[in-house]
């Protein structure tokens, strides 16, 4: 075990608030669930590689407060996160005959946690869920704020709802079983942090990676603890991304377009936004924002931490336009304006659009130079 004091993170949404609870040994404790509305049922949406990891000992810890506990176990991935997918929870859901007030749990990665809330905003208009996320991403991440979404092969997570949790639980144990490749994907989550709006989180990254990468207890509880205060305040002040949430996507415009573009699960997810930082980085250098020395630390933190700094080529005869038009299709882009976060100085972030040709420029030096 993970032997921790229990930190907490509010989130601050008058009547949608909760909170974030941070230890280990805490997804399998039922004092971790006792203060939920009391209802009936409860449905477990999880998948199959994590599923037989945690879903057993999480319904137990469940069967304490609720009279049924189902489990559904989605298809692992990506390339899973789809209306198929979507369709199996309601299909467990109604099959149940699960009502109104039956709680659903997303125990799992980012994907299982934006499916699970989606579904959990649907299902008869509405029924509550919690966050038990099991990796470094959605701990930091996904699992709070209330974005849910599924991907549509033309765009990524392009059909969703903003929906609030009840509660996060983080339990820092659920990640010794995480893939190396995973934790890394995480840590370009935790990274993007430093440049929006902390750079003190910055230099204590640059100094203790290590101890992060080797999965040492007090360097994740700072991690997830930190990253989790930095996302609360942005969410606290603009939950449904009227403007300052959109720093959160540093590195997203060009990951996404990453992603879609080489097909959703080549690349993770985290992989694609730290080769987009690096990428939105080098947009800001040429905008005369960040000098040469804020890019090259932000590259070698990224590399350090075992992300890709080389963006794939995506189209060998037009590399460059076939980025743009995926870009063209991102959320932020208004009116097929595509708009990045650029980094204005270490530590704070501004959403505009570029000129073509400096975007040009930049995924020309960033794309490796064989496919
Ligand atoms: P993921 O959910 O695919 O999980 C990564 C892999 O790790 C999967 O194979 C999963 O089965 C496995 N896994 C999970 N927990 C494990 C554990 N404890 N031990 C062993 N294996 C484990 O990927 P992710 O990186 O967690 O999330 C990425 C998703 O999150 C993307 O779809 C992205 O769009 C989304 N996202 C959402 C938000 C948001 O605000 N809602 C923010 C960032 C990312
Ligand atoms: N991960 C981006 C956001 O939550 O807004």
């Not at 573009?261 to 690096?278: P, Q, S, Y």
Request: hydrophobic content about 50%.
């Amino acid at each position: 075990m993970i032997s921790q004091d229990l930190q907490t993170v509010s989130i601050d949404l008058a009547d949608r608030s909760y909170t974030i609870a941070i230890r280990g040994s805490l997804f399998d404790n039922p004092l971790s669930y006792a203060q939920l509305p009391k209802a009936a049922s409860a449905l477990i949406v999880t998948n199959t590689t994590v599923g037989p990891l945690y879903a057993e000992r999480l319904q137990k810890a469940l069967l304490l407060h609720y009279a049924q506990v189902h489990t559904v176990a989605l298809p692992d991935g990506e390339a899973f996160k789809t209306w198929d997918s979507l369709n199996l929870i309601f299909d467990a859901l109604l099959q149940h005959g699960c009502d109104r007030k039956t709680v659903l749990f997303a125990l799992g990665g980012g994907v299982v946690g934006d499916m699970t809330g989606f579904a959990a905003a649907c299902y008869m208009r509405g029924v509550p869920f919690v966050q038990v996320p099991t990796t470094l991403l959605a701990q930091v991440d996904s699992s709070v704020g209330g974005k849910t979404a599924i991907n549509h092969p033309l765009g990524k997570n392009m059909i969703g709802a903003f929906y609030q949790p009840l509660k996060v639980v983080c339990d820092l144990d659920t990640l010794k079983t995480l893939p190396a490749r995973e934790l890394s994907a995480g840590l370009a989550e935790v990274i993007k942090y430093g440049p929006i709006a902390d750079m003190d989180f910055f230099a204590w990254l640059e100094a203790n990676i290590d101890a992060v990468l080797a999965r040492e207890p007090a360097a994740l509880a700072h991690v997830v603890r930190r990253s989790c205060e930095i996302k609360a305040w942005v969410v606290g002040l603009d939950e449904r991304e009227s403007g300052l949430r959109a720093i959160l996507n540093f590195g997203h415009t060009f990951g996404h377009a990453i992603e879609a573009g080489l097909g959703f699960g080549t690349w993770l997810h985290g992989e694609a936004v730290g080769c987009g930082m690096v990428m939105a980085a080098q947009l800001s250098q040429r905008l005369g924002y960040v000098d040469a020395f804020f890019v090259h630390r932000l590259t070698a933190l990224i590399a350090k931490a075992g992300l890709p700094v080389q963006a794939p080529v995506l189209d060998a005869f037009g590399n460059a336009a076939r980025y743009l038009a995926l870009m063209g299709l991102d959320k932020k882009a208004e009116a097929g304006e595509i708009k990045f976060v650029l980094i204005e100085q270490p530590g704070r972030a501004v959403v505009r659009a570029a000129p073509s040709a400096e975007v040009c420029q930049v995924i020309d030096a960033c794309t490796a130079k064989t496919i």
